[in-house]
């Protein structure tokens, strides 16, 4: 079986107020600052208008690029907590810079490995 190879093309940001901006989208995991809940390749589903709140998985904006991170508040300040101990964390300007709370994962190619992070 040939393996195709799917170039990734940045789609463009939608207008904050279309409704394109709310919804739900799909990300791959890449690196490891995340393990050992996520690993490199997982699929995540990102929801935009997601309540973000302390210790949710989020897809923030930090430092002109998107990283995957929990969501921490410490003395009234958000931070972008690693859960690999080799990435340090990193304080957030501000909660909007929080583009969507992680709401499920999966690994491709199988269907039971699916885990849901909504209550």
């Not at 904050?16 to 990300?27: D, I, T």
Request: proline share 10%; charged share 25%.
């Amino acid at each position: 079986m040939q393996r195709k190879i799917i170039p990734v093309v940045p789609a463009p940001d939608p207008a904050p107020e279309s409704c394109e901006a709310a919804e739900p989208f799909a990300l791959m995991v890449l690196g490891d600052s995340m393990l050992p809940e996520f690993a490199e390749g997982e699929i995540i589903i990102v929801e935009p208008e997601g309540l973000a709140r302390d210790g949710s998985y989020v897809v923030a904006q930090h430092e002109g690029e998107p990283v995957l991170r929990r969501l921490v508040e410490r003395e009234g300040r958000w931070w972008l907590h690693a859960l690999n101990p080799a990435y340090p964390d990193a304080e957030l300007a501000g909660i909007g810079a929080v583009r969507g709370v992680v709401i499920q994962k999966s690994k491709p190619g199988s269907r039971r490995s699916r885990k849901s992070y909504v209550d």
